[in-house]
Nanobody, 123 residues
Framework: QVQLVESGGGLVQAGGSLRLSCAASGRTFTSYVMGWFRQAPGKERAVVTAIGWSADSTWYADSVKGRFTISRDNAKNMVYLQMNSLKPEDTAVYYC????????????????WGQGTQVTVSS
């Protein structure tokens, strides 16, 4: 079993940056594909990015491509989301997620969810 805890959310001005962190616990952390989702008020939860078991491949939603970067440190059981050039439309609750494949993560088939962290981007 894997437990995920996000941190690093907060209030930032448009154009600014934040780095979200996801701390994972569990014996088989390195066996999981990791990713981030977000859910804005009144909208469905949407996938943001995914990263493979060994960080050898990544995937990004078009809306964040070129601005967000996902990374993982398996030795520390951590996954990160570096968010640059933030826009008001990035405002959402961001969730860390773990699953078996990149395809499953993109399709919102998730084994484990974090509790979420709020990101608010002001104009």
């Amino acid at each position: 079993q894997v437990q995920l805890v996000e941190s690093g959310g907060g209030l930032v001005q448009a154009g600014g940056s934040l780095r979200l962190s996801c701390a994972a616990s569990g014996r088989t952390f390195t066996s999981y594909v990791m990713g981030w989702f977000r859910q804005a008020p009144g909208k469905e939860r949407a996938v943001v990015t995914a990263i493979g078991w060994s960080a050898d491949s990544t995937w990004y939603a078009d809306s964040v491509k070129g601005r967000f970067t996902i990374s993982r440190d398996n030795a520390k059981n951590m996954v990160y989301l570096q968010m640059n050039s933030l826009k008001p439309e990035d405002t959402a609750v961001y969730y860390c997620a773990a699953t078996s494949t990149v395809a499953a993560l993109i399709r919102n088939v998730i084994n484990y969810w974090g509790q979420g962290t709020q990101v608010t981007v002001s104009s």
